[in-house]
């Protein structure tokens, strides 16, 4: 059974209308990020963390991405403890564990041949060969994270939601310490000798993890993030100690595109059953729920976007 090992974090219960945060309520949690395609959905430490756990100098747990079943309660007592399913949702992966050309077939020949375009333009503009590398022992990771950095700083995912490749002393010792156990993978793509676009994997339990992806915003009408992934999924593929690739939460054109799957999963908060607890989290359900009603309606009447629209401008 794969281990679980928790970090306290400071933990948001947000309240959102139309998928924009209006609130957040913090705790301060023991919190693990599940990867789903190695966990089973009837994993008891997820569904009764209280009576696995020690829930020391934090206020409860909290699990994201657990595999879920149709048969979870939104909300339940658990041992002094409220289990809050406070979202739902479907994650992408994708099982690697076969042959790259197989995978590749399930792809139009249409697509294949797009795609094969991408790539070729590339090698021409880098004197016919492909100039991307792979980064995996310490010497190699340290180098890669100087180089993607760079690359980060000038993202629009640093730039504009501050969701870059972290640069904290923290997640680089982490990242040092598992390519001492050779549990990351780090891809650069070059192109006249400059670093234009990168991608960090770490690996958990046989998963590698599409943790970030970037590129130079110069060279985005080359695709370059795109060429990069292709090249560095068939080395995933070929790479013996890595079974699944696990796209995370969220949904994009790009995870619908690869992915061979999805598993249905839930964040799950634990609070102690307290008054004001209770509170927070009923009307945080409530809201959800109402929410919810109201976007179906908003839909039916295709007014949603505008109404979307609007509520950004304001908030």
Same mark, same amino acid.
């Given at each position: ?10 933990? #948001? ?16 949690? %023991? ?7 190695? @966990? /089973? ?51 992408? @992966? ?61 993202? @629009? ?21 598992? *390519?001492?156990?050779?549990? =990351? ?10 670093? =234009? ?10 998963? *590698?993890?599409? *943790?970030?992806?970037? @590129?130079?915003?110069?060279? /985005? ?54 008054? #004001? ?13 109402? =929410? ?7 839909? %039916? ?15």
């Amino acid at each position: 059974m794969a281990e679980i090992k928790f970090k306290v974090d400071r933990t #948001p219960l947000t309240f959102t209308v139309i998928q924009e945060p209006i609130y957040e309520k913090f705790f301060d949690l %023991k919190s693990f990020e599940v990867i789903p395609c190695i @966990y /089973s959905a009837n994993d008891n430490r997820f569904t009764n963390a209280p009576d696995f756990f020690d829930p020391e100098d934090s206020e409860g747990f909290y699990f994201s991405s657990v595999p879920t079943r149709d048969d979870l309660k939104p909300i339940y007592n658990c041992n002094g403890y409220i289990r809050y399913v406070a979202k739902t949702h479907e994650q992408a @992966y994708m099982d690697v564990s076969g042959n790259f050309d197989d995978y590749w077939e399930k792809f139009s020949s249409k697509s294949r041949s797009t795609l094969k375009r991408k790539t070729k333009r590339i090698e021409k503009l880098s004197g016919g060969k492909l100039d991307w590398r792979i980064y995996q022992t310490p010497d190699e990771i340290a180098d890669f994270f100087n180089l993607a950095r760079e690359i980060s700083k000038e993202t @629009y995912q640093e730039t504009w939601l501050n969701l870059g490749l972290p640069d904290d002393e923290a997640y680089f010792k982490e990242m040092m310490s598992k *390519a001492a156990k050779g549990e =990351v993978r780090g891809y650069l793509l070059f192109m006249d000798g400059k670093a =234009v676009s990168y991608l960090h994997c770490p690996i958990t339990n046989r998963a *590698a993890e599409f *943790a970030y992806l970037g @590129y130079l915003p110069d060279y /985005s009408n080359l695709s370059v993030g795109t060429v990069l992934f292709i090249a560095a999924l068939e080395d995933i593929f070929n790479d013996q100690d890595i079974d699944y690739f696990d796209f995370q939460q969220g949904d994009t054109v790009h995870k619908r595109r690869f992915a061979t799957g999805y598993i249905k999963c839930a964040n799950i908060m634990y609070l102690k059953n307290t008054l #004001p607890n209770k509170l927070w989290i009923y009307s945080n359900h409530v809201m959800n729920i109402t =929410v919810k009603f109201i976007i179906s309606v908003l839909n %039916k009447l295709g007014i949603k976007e505008k109404l979307k629209k609007r509520l950004k401008d304001h908030i």
